[in-house]
């Protein structure tokens, strides 16, 4: 049978009827959005439900129109994404090269921002002024080891300064000129310090001699120093402040004791050199000159009380008694209060004896 055939086909919706529903549904719709977009109503109750009605049957209409652009969007990107993967895989590599550059950067500037802060953090006990210097050069060899620092006599740095890092003792300043000064390292042929075992309190010299862990000399004590006891300046001689970490105690191949020094745990080149010179500059001079002496009591004796003397013997010659109470009397006699004068004593005087010893036989001698 053939379309025309078809006795449907002759069916035809009038144009009046079509465009009569049309309208309804518009009409429809029209409202309902109205409606769902209201934003007074006297009836809060019946606005709601009417809102929730239209919102359910938007929802599915919207999804199902917006479906399309959806697709079209994730299609494009997917063909984008496929014929531009090698451009983008270039881009970034070159990013990442870039990215891992600057991850050194920041590495490193993290480093040395935490060594400042530990060198700045420095602090002796009492306190000490010092200077901040860097390390500009060294000077190595088999029997020399000796570092420049950027910091002078313009800044008060004298021979004999000891220099720290952030970990420990370094050494001392051995030649000072304007902006420039040399520090002799620990473990120079020529370096000798004196450091005490922390655990025992034992002296001992700390020597160098070119190798990275100076050797401990003139050990004194039962057992005085063991495999990992902490090493510090003693101070005897002021030449080192007391109590700067120096390193720990190792045994060294050789059989003797040595030091593994606490300055190699970081590259030395940020260092601070203390301006020390002796003990009495760590003393305050100023609080020990506004204490005054507390004056002597009016009236109290200095000297001890007089010890009880025997009295003289009947045979004793007049010469002799005048001779042993002239000082007996001096001796009971109780002193003068100590701000006053005390008046001279006169000598007691001489009594002649009335009888003359006799003189010795011709064969004696005196």
């Given amino acids: ?10 069916l035809k919706v009038p144009l009046t009827w079509t465009a009569g529903i049309v309208f309804l549904v518009v009409l429809i719709a029209s409202g309902a959005i109205l409606l769902s977009d209201r934003r007074e109503s006297f009836e809060t109750d019946a606005y709601g439900r ?5 919102d359910k049957a ?32 270039r881009r970034l ?5 870039e990215m891992r ?12 921002n935490e060594r400042y802060r530990a060198l700045l953090g420095l602090r002796t006990d009492p306190p000490i002024p010092m200077v901040a210097a860097r390390i500009v050069t060294d000077s190595r060899g088999p029997f020399a080891n000796s570092r420049l620092a950027n910091a002078g006599r313009e800044k008060g740095v004298e021979p004999g300064n000891p220099v720290m890092s952030e970990n420990g003792l370094v050494g001392r300043v051995i030649g000072v000129t304007e902006g420039v000064s040399r520090v002799l390292l620990l473990t120079d042929v020529a370096s ?6 922390d655990r025992t309190n034992a002296r001992a010299i700390l020597t160098g001699d070119g190798g990275p862990n100076p050797r401990l000399e003139y050990l004194r004590g039962q057992d ?6 902490r090493v510090l300046t003693s101070g005897d001689g002021g030449v080192f402040p007391r109590g700067l970490p120096v390193g720990v105690v190792v045994k060294g191949l050789d059989g003797r004791w040595r030091v593994a020094l606490a300055a190699d745990k970081a590259p030395v080149d940020y260092v601070r050199i203390l301006l020390f010179e002796d003990f009495t500059q760590l003393a305050n001079h100023a609080e020990l000159d506004r204490m005054s002496v507390p004056p002597p009591t009016p009236g109290a004796s200095t000297l001890p009380p007089p010890e009880p003397v025997a009295a ?7 010469g002799q008694a005048a001779a042993t109470q002239a000082p007996v009397a001096a001796a009971a006699r109780p002193a003068p209060p100590a701000p006053r004068t005390a008046p001279p004593v006169a000598p007691a005087p001489k009594v002649v004896p009335k009888a003359a010893a006799a003189p010795p036989p011709a064969g004696t001698r005196p």
């Fill in 101 to 112: 550059q600057w991850r050194d950067v920041a590495i490193a500037l993290r480093d040395n």
């Fill in 93 to 97: 590599k070159a990013e990442l090269k």
């Fill in 1 to 10: 049978m053939s379309l025309r055939d078809n006795p449907l086909g002759e």
């Fill in 50 to 54: 009417t809102r929730t009605m239209s």
């Fill in 192 to 197: 000798r310090t004196p450091v005490m075992i």
């Fill in 224 to 229: 005085p120093v063991r495999n990992g006891d």
């Fill in 312 to 318: 003289p013997a009947a045979s004793t010659t007049v």
């Fill in 58 to 89: 938007l929802e599915p209409v919207g999804n199902v129109l917006s479906a399309p652009g959806r697709w079209t969007g994730a299609g494009v990107e997917a063909v984008r994404g496929y014929f531009f993967a090698v451009s983008e895989n």
